[in-house]
Each structure stands twice: as structure tokens, then as C-alpha cells.
């Protein structure tokens, strides 16, 4: 990881979105850690499992780490 190029977590998210990616939160972590009125990156949001296993089941494939 290279910290001289001062890549966030916003930046990386703001990509991600310019180049037609969707991104959600999980609905159950973000309730958890008392962080649902948190100001997002635009056009990130907060998702549910239905909307994981939708994803999920639509997808080429997945990644699990």
C-alpha cells in the first residue's frame, strides 16, 4: 500500500460510482455501529439482504473475502 498517493476511502467510492458501479452498506452493520445518519458519498447506499441476494443471484460471478 502506498500512503504517498493519499487514496481514501471516499476517493476509492467517488471512482467506483464515476465508472457505473452501485454500492450499498449493510443495513444491519451500519444500524449496529450507530451510523445511519452518516452523510455518504453520493450514491452510496444503504442496502438489504434482499438486495445482497439480488445481486448475488444476478452476478457473473462473486468475491468473498
Known amino acids: 500500500q502506498n ?4 487514496q481514501t476511502h471516499e476517493l476509492l467510492l467517488k471512482e467506483i460510482i464515476a465508472n457505473d458501479g452501485k454500492i450499498l452498506l449493510c443495513k444491519t452493520c451500519v444500524s449496529a455501529r450507530g451510523l445511519q445518519n ?8 444503504i442496502g438489504t439482504l434482499d438486495d445482497l441476494a439480488r445481486w448475488t443471484l ?6 468473498c473475502f
Open 38 to 45: 452518516i452523510n455518504w458519498v453520493e450514491g452510496v447506499g
Open 58 to 63: 444476478s452476478a457473473d460471478s462473486t468475491l
Open 3 to 6: 500512503t504517498a498517493e493519499k
